[in-house]
């Protein structure tokens, strides 16, 4: 059975000062992001325990658990290569053009998406995405690692808004945490995740 591993940042800890401190970062990625690889493996391995014994008994609690460690796994991913130390302003190319086209305008987008990063309810994301079937650009409240979003739906924009994310630089302000990301914003990344989810593939970890 292939195991998930920590990806390797595109960049040092430090790469996103000062919008996110190195500190941050340094525990963000070997520590909450290792747990999420560690638990999915986890669910894994006990599953197949499950299926060599014929005991599923507590098979619903190991869905669960996959769902929640893989997700933590797939959106972090996601969220280190939509970051980077010196972001662009604004989005550029296609990808302002979907915006636009989607949104009506950046301004509106921006103001959409940190509306929604907001007013999460405890821990979740914030996620851009691609709506295959109605081949659009959606905005999404993600909760915890795994709920609440449409099935089919491709993230190409992530802010992690759980706690362990911001608060050593931010405390509980996390009106100026979601204002930094912007600043840091890889809209390159960005762009060659729509056009990976637009051609029908799925540039989930790269």
Known sequence: MAAYTLPALPYDYSALEPHISARIMELHHSKHHQAYVDGANGALAQMAEARESGNFGAINKLEKDLAFHLGG??????????????GAATPEGEIQAAIDEFFGSYEAFQAHFTAVAMGIQGSGWAVLSWDPIGAQLVIQQLFDQQANTAQGTIPVLQLDMWEHAFYLDYQNVKGDYVKAFWNIVNWENVQARLEAARSGTSLLLT
């Open 73 to 86: 796994h797939v959106n972090h991913s996601i969220f280190w290569t939509n970051l980077q130390g010196h």
